[in-house]
Nanobody
Framework: VQLQAFGGGLVQAGDSLRLSCSAS????????VSWFRRIPGKEREFVAATSGSTTTYYTDSVKGRFTIFRNNAENTVYLQMNNLEPEDTAVYSC????????????????????????WGQGTLVTVSS
């Protein structure tokens, strides 16, 4: 599986962006796809996950602002980011684990980078104040 993440850019606080994670080589349908971000000098941070057909899960800091969703026909997972804040500035990457973890507990399993089989390259999101 090859993943390609794109859609980053420079925006102002309060603006929106939509990131895309496009896959080739295998369908993403039903599997777990997550977005992570890394701020320079800090550890990679989990942002959001989608698993199975409808399960979604978010880190607390983006709840109500970010939405993760997938288009199976396009084999793409999106991250819609609204009301962006300067603290959202980071390099965003998508990752896939070829498992349906929609029933997994605790949900913090999604936070663990080591469970993911494939990673895309990062796309930079810069939010100015």
């Amino acid at each position: 599986v090859q993943l390609q993440a794109f859609g980053g850019g420079l925006v102002q606080a309060g603006d929106s962006l939509r990131l895309s994670c496009s896959a080739s080589g295998r369908t993403l349908s039903g599997y777990t796809v997550s977005w992570f971000r890394r701020i320079p000098g800090k550890e990679r941070e989990f942002v959001a996950a989608t698993s199975g057909s409808t399960t979604t899960y978010y880190t607390d800091s983006v709840k109500g602002r970010f939405t993760i969703f997938r288009n199976n026909a396009e084999n793409t997972v999106y991250l819609q980011m609204n009301n962006l804040e300067p603290e959202d500035t980071a390099v965003y990457s998508c990752a896939v684990v070829m498992l349906d973890l929609s029933a997994a507990s605790p949900r913090t399993i999604f936070h663990n980078p080591s469970i993911y089989n494939y990673w895309g390259q990062g796309t930079l999101v810069t939010v100015s104040s």
